[in-house]
T-cell receptor
Framework: DTGVSQDPRHKITKRGQNVTFRCDPI?????LYWYRQTLGQGPEFLTY????????KSRLLSDRFSAERPKGSFSTLEIQRTEQGDSAMYLC?????????????FGPGTRLTVL | AQSVTQLDSHVSVSEGTPVLLRCNYS??????LFWYVQHPNKGLQLLLK??????LVKGINGFEAEFKKSETSFHLTKPSAHMSDAAEYFC???????????FGPGTRLSVLP
């Protein structure tokens, strides 16, 4: 399978714990995006990388959130001191940075439940 | 700033009847527009895209959409609904350089037998 993969698919944690999610993009894609999706809503942009550089962060990304893409390949999203409001589906997508459409290819998501 | 409005949160049709999912956008420049579909427990899948070429865009599974600049609309249609079309549909507006995808709130399509 050469699509976008995410790990884990599901994560249940207690409030106050730290969690880390991983995303492996399509190999030739140099852009990588993180989104958050809550029930009944569309995905909301969190941040994106061009190769290893984090170029944009949404104001939704509080200080407890950090994302990295150390070698321009896979990316991690860490949430520190989780809160119940962090419960959501976290989506990763990747794309090329040229072309007329910039189509984003999405992974299956990581569903986070904070108890 | 860009924004997307999906006028119906839920649409219900009978199998074999036409589907219309409405989308209006706001953008300060000529945008790219996408429709994505999300089936339960599956990832988002691209249905079709408009990128300033033909205004009538054909996508997968018999879906098509028409870009109407004067109405700032990009409605999604299908002549005949199938049970497998039941899913959540998202209209997306994309900025000039493709970094900023703004999703609408989604329309849930139900298909009745």
């Amino acid at each position: 399978d050469t699509g976008v993969s995410q790990d884990p698919r599901h994560k249940i944690t207690k409030r106050g714990q730290n969690v880390t999610f991983r995303c492996d993009p399509i190999s030739e894609h140099n852009r990588l995006y993180w989104y958050r999706q809550t029930l009944g809503q569309g995905p909301e942009f969190l941040t994106y990388f061009q190769n290893e550089a984090q170029l944009e962060k949404s104001r939704l990304l509080s200080d407890r959130f950090s994302a990295e893409r150390p070698k321009g390949s896979f990316s991690t999203l860490e949430i520190q001191r989780t809160e119940q409001g962090d419960s959501a589906m976290y989506l990763c997508a990747s794309s090329l940075d040229f072309g007329t459409s910039y189509e984003q290819f999405f992974g299956p998501g990581t569903r986070l439940t904070v108890l | 700033a860009q924004s997307v409005t999906q006028l119906d949160s839920h649409v219900s049709v009978s199998e074999g009847t036409p589907v219309l999912l409405r989308c209006n956008y706001s953008s300060s420049y000529s945008p790219s527009l996408f429709w994505y579909v999300q089936h339960p427990n599956k990832g988002l899948q691209l249905l079709l895209k408009y990128t300033s070429a033909a205004t009538l865009v054909k996508g997968i599974n018999g879906f098509e959409a028409e870009f109407k600049k004067s109405e700032t609309s990009f409605h999604l249609t299908k002549p005949s609904a199938h049970m497998s079309d039941a899913a959540e549909y998202f209209c997306v507006v994309v900025n000039l350089y493709g970094q900023n995808f703004v999703f609408g709130p989604g329309t849930r399509l139900s298909v009745l037998p």
